[in-house]
């Protein structure tokens, strides 16, 4: 299987702990995206990367998430002292830069549930 | 900021029936517009996309025109199926320069048999 995949696909923690969520890129894609997806709702832009670099971060970024991708392959996505707020659906999707104009390939998610 | 806008659902049909879903948006520059697809238990999948005005995407016997000057992308199909039955949901990107895609709420169709 070559498209994206995340890890974990579920996750149930309790307010206040922390949560790591991975996400492995297609092959080759330099661009990872993250996303948030609440109940009804449509994937909110959260950051994205090309490479290892950090490009944008949305505003719904609050300072408990952080996201990195240090060999410029994989990335991570962890959020500190979670909140019932954060349950959600948290989907990662990647691209190739120059690649059929902005169309992104995206992962099967990880549902985050906060107890 | 960008924003998409697109029916609410649910929308319920008949198998055979003509679909419409209407999507408009608002966007600076000239964004390139997609409508992805959410089956039961399954990801994002990308049914077609457009990138620029008078495009038509197309996949899968559906079909949404870019309208830059009703900034319109309506998804249609001539004779829906049961297998159709999905979240439907309309999505733009690089309007203002930004990367990230921007999504509508999205739309739960149901086709009946």
Sequence with gaps: ?115 | GDSVTQMEGPVTLSEEAFLTINCTYTATGYPSLFWYVQYPGEGLQLLLKATKADDKGSNKGFEATYRKETTSFHLEKGSVQVSDSAVYFCALSGGGGADGLTFGKGTHLIIQP
């Design chain 1, 1 to 115: 299987d070559t498209g994206v995949s995340q890890d974990p696909r579920h996750k149930i923690t309790k307010r206040g702990q922390n949560v790591t969520f991975r996400c492995d890129p297609i092959s080759e894609h330099n661009r990872l995206y993250w996303y948030r997806q609440t109940l009804g709702q449509g994937p909110e832009f959260l950051t994205y990367f090309q490479n290892e670099a950090q490009l944008e971060k949305s505003r719904l970024l609050s300072d408990r998430f952080s996201a990195e991708r240090p060999k410029g392959s994989f990335s991570t996505l962890e959020i500190q002292r979670t909140e019932q707020g954060d349950s959600a659906m948290y989907l990662c999707a990647s691209r190739p830069v120059g690649g059929r104009a902005h169309e992104q390939y995206f992962g099967p998610g990880t549902r985050l549930t906060v107890t």
